[in-house]
């Protein structure tokens, strides 16, 4: 399984998209886990990423930073867009 976090902060508009579109892309189509952490409740995180938000790491690799883009998100899962999941016969 796979696990996705989404680093935010309370009334971040960005967040909130960034968030939407990991939900839609990935959401019941890939086995993951999807969290989304609150940085201003962790002193090292909110040292780390400060304004630089939202941040998403798929299994722990920083892949995006302020956007999300909903292809190459579904290009880290899928062989193609809508098609299997990779790794999976």
């Known amino acids: 399984m796979h696990r996705i976090?989404?680093?935010s902060k309370p009334g971040c508009h960005l967040c909130e998209v960034a968030l939407g579109v990991v939900q839609n892309v990935?959401?019941?189509h890939v086995p993951a886990l999807i969290e989304e952490v609150d940085i201003t409740?962790?002193?090292e995180l909110l040292e780390k990423y400060g304004d630089q938000?939202?941040?998403v790491l798929v299994d722990?690799?920083?892949r995006f930073r302020y956007t999300v883009d909903p292809d190459k998100l579904a290009k880290l899962f899928y062989?193609?867009?809508g098609e299997k999941l990779l790794g999976i016969s």
């Open 5 to 7: 976090t989404v680093m």
């Open 79 to 81: 062989d193609d867009p």
């Open 53 to 55: 938000i939202p941040v």
């Open 26 to 28: 990935v959401g019941a």
């Open 41 to 43: 409740q962790d002193q």
């Open 60 to 62: 722990g690799v920083e």
